[in-house]
């Protein structure tokens, strides 16, 4: 199910006068965004992506939001970890153009996922991606949850933007800093606690050290 994003107007309009409801809803998108960004509440499993011999990026993409990053990923059923290209080329000296079974990916500015090793067969819908999504700058609707259950804090982030524009009849840098601080403590505690809910995925390996692992790109 789904919500239309303007009904968060009637929630951020009051004290902002003459704020246009057009500024409005971009600035709402803009917090969820940020919200969905940080919180990693909204994620779904993309089609199973076929694996070509000698290729290590494939596009991620969705067709119910941006993509926000890597929550999770297998190659045959076995899950696969987050590491970074300077552990690589510091761990791994030749990983750029050695083939093999994958056992880490990075995730590029393209919103590539790249394996590490490069698979050196093909295998059809070999490769599962989980995504973290986050609506687009064009978005109309989002999903329902987000308002049913993070209206208020999603409501706090727009006016603390709104109230941050300068030289507007609602400006006004004081409740914008007072609404900032809130929101983003609210936003932090939904993650924290949404975190604790998360059961650790069961790897192929453990590598060398946990501090070389990430789980955002």
């Not at 509440?41 to 494939?58: C, F, G, M, R």
């Not at 990075?106 to 599962?128: E, H, M």
């Not at 973290?132 to 999903?143: F, G, I, Q, R």
Request: aromatic letters at 10%.
């Amino acid at each position: 199910m789904s919500v239309n994003i303007t009904s968060w107007i009637t929630e951020v309009a009051p004290g902002l006068r003459f704020c246009p409801n057009p500024l409005i809803k971009r600035e709402v998108i803009k917090t969820l965004r940020d919200f969905c960004k940080k919180t990693k509440l909204w994620y779904e499993q993309l089609t199973a992506i076929d694996i070509v011999a000698d290729t290590a990026a494939y596009a991620l993409s969705s067709s119910n939001g941006d993509v926000a990053s890597v929550k999770r990923a297998e190659v045959g059923d076995l899950a696969i970890d987050p590491i970074r290209e300077d552990v690589l080329d510091r761990d791994y000296t030749n990983w750029r153009t050695t083939t093999g079974n994958p056992f880490a990916y990075f995730v590029d500015v393209s919103r590539n996922i790249n394996l590490v090793y490069t698979p050196a067969t093909a295998s059809t819908g070999g490769l599962d991606v989980w995504v973290n999504l986050m609506p687009t700058l064009t978005a109309t609707t989002v999903e329902d949850f987000l308002y049913d259950d993070h209206r208020d804090i999603i409501t706090l982030g727009a006016r603390a933007r709104l109230m941050a524009h300068e030289d507007r009849p609602w400006s006004n840098a004081q409740k914008a800093e007072a609404y900032r601080l809130q929101y983003e403590a609210q936003r932090d505690d939904v993650r924290r606690q949404s975190g604790k809910m998360l059961t650790p995925a069961v790897t192929r390996q453990t590598l060398r050290s946990r501090a070389n692992v990430i789980s955002y790109f």
